[in-house]
């Protein structure tokens, strides 16, 4: 089983390549923009609609719903003054629309505002998929994040960093972190990512929009995780917290200062041992030395002297 787990780990980047190319509904974006933003609210129109699809695959939905307002705001205007500073674009799902501050971005978890726009759209099409009922902030963060492509070597990097801080926490303690500042805003949403993209890697592509629409029915998240998964969310999470032991367990004791000074203690030891070794051969080879000058005087002194 890990070895298969570790297969299906290799894979996921490539099937969500193949979900952006398999047909989905057409997925409209209305953007709008003041004169000063145009050029990238031009960019964004140009963007491969394809792109944006694999997202609908991803929640599973077989009809995108209406056009999405895409709307990009200045540093001076009302909604830019109304976000925190760190918020480079919010999700309004129930109007269908999204904010985008192109002066702000790229900013984590998105690389690029073509990021920022694919994991804002995200955001309405879960709500959508799941029939606007409630989900956790966690799930509904690294869901996007996958579907905003926000994950690579860099995010896994950033995961080890944060495993390492602060260990294992709850899922309801991610999701509080959502509600703090930006630094623990930026581990929520590392963690969250990581656990979603753990969720696809075990269960499968299917498993977000099967979870999805077992919410849209009416069951609560948890038991529409179980339907999803064959299992609880408690043992989906401690199993995640398991495949990553290394990082909050292991790595943590082996930078700890206990472990620093025993190894600075066996490297001291070794040294004197060294030291011991190399004066005790110092020291053969002076007796040595004697010895030889011993017998050369004792040699000397029995030649004949000149008659």
Not at 36 to 42: F, G, N, W
Request: glycine content about 8%.
């Amino acid at each position: 089983m890990p070895s298969m787990t570790r297969a299906v780990r290799l894979l996921l980047p490539l099937a969500l390549l193949l979900l952006a190319v398999l047909p989905a509904a057409a997925l409209d974006l209305a953007v709008e923009a003041p004169a000063s933003l145009e050029p990238v609210a031009a960019r964004l129109r140009g963007l491969d609609p394809v792109q944006m699809e694999g997202a609908v695959q991803l929640v599973g939905l077989a009809d995108a719903g209406p056009p999405i307002r895409v709307l990009l705001a200045g540093e001076g205007s009302v909604q830019a003054l109304s976000a925190p500073p760190w918020v480079a674009g919010y999700a309004l799902p129930e109007q269908g629309m999204i904010v985008l501050f192109p002066d702000r971005a790229p900013r984590y978890p998105d690389a690029s505002i073509e990021d920022l726009l694919r994991h804002e759209v995200a955001h309405v099409l879960v709500a959508r998929a799941s029939g606007f009922r409630p989900l956790p902030r966690w799930f509904h963060e690294g869901v996007a994040m996958i579907a905003g492509l926000a994950w690579g070597m860099e995010e896994q990097t950033r995961l080890a960093a944060a495993l390492m801080r602060g260990g294992e926490v709850s899922l309801e303690t991610v999701d509080r972190r959502f509600a703090g500042g930006e630094g623990e805003v930026r581990s929520a949403y590392t963690l969250s990512g990581a656990f979603v993209r753990d969720l696809l890697s075990r269960h499968g592509q299917s498993v977000i929009g099967d979870l999805l629409s077992g919410v849209a029915a009416g069951l609560p998240f948890e038991n529409a995780f179980v339907r999803a998964t064959g299992t609880t969310l408690a043992v989906a999470e401690h199993a995640f917290w398991e495949s990553q032991t290394f990082w909050y367990r292991w790595v943590p004791f082996l930078t700890s200062s206990v472990v620093l000074w025993i190894l600075i203690t066996l490297l001291a030891l070794w040294a004197m041992r060294r030291r011991r070794k190399r004066d005790t051969a110092q020291k053969a080879a002076w007796e040595a030395e004697e010895m030889a000058r011993a017998l050369q005087e004792l040699r000397d002194e029995d030649l004949p002297g000149p008659m």
